[in-house]
């Protein structure tokens, strides 16, 4: 049985920092991606990572504030967030893809996702 775990989410004042972690189980999988989903507005891609962590993509919006890195020796994907904004305030969820080759960023294109773990930036 496939499983995501998120966890690493909570309150942070703005200019701080937070990681998520994502522990995989189940299955070996090729992407892995993060996304988020603020009240009222659609799930947005944030960052995604080869298997290898050879090859990442980033929204452009996060670009030098957060890092994907994995650990594939513990199934494990993390999610390093600075300067955090009160607009990052969101539901963030962990994804994970069957495909292998090449990296996946496409929300439809992932398989399983975790439940989600809530983070707030406050002003």
């Known amino acids: 049985q496939v499983q995501l775990v998120e966890s690493g989410g909570g309150l942070v004042q703005a200019g701080g920092s937070l990681r998520l972690s994502c522990a995989a189980s189940g299955r070996t999988f090729g992407s892995m991606g993060w996304f988020r989903q603020a009240p009222g507005k659609e799930r947005e891609f944030l960052a995604a990572?080869?298997?290898?962590?050879?090859?990442?993509k980033y929204a452009d919006f996060v670009k030098g504030r957060f890092t994907i890195s994995r650990d594939n020796s513990k199934n494990t994907v993390y999610l390093q967030m600075n300067s955090l904004k009160p607009e990052d305030t969101a539901i963030y969820y962990c994804?994970?893809?069957?495909?292998?080759?090449?990296?996946?960023?496409?929300?439809?294109?992932?398989?399983?996702w975790g439940q989600g773990t809530q983070v707030t930036v406050s002003s």
């Open positions: 994804a994970a893809s069957r495909t292998i080759g090449f990296l996946v960023t496409a929300r439809n294109r992932y398989d399983y």
């Open positions: 990572s080869n298997w290898g962590g050879t090859s990442t």
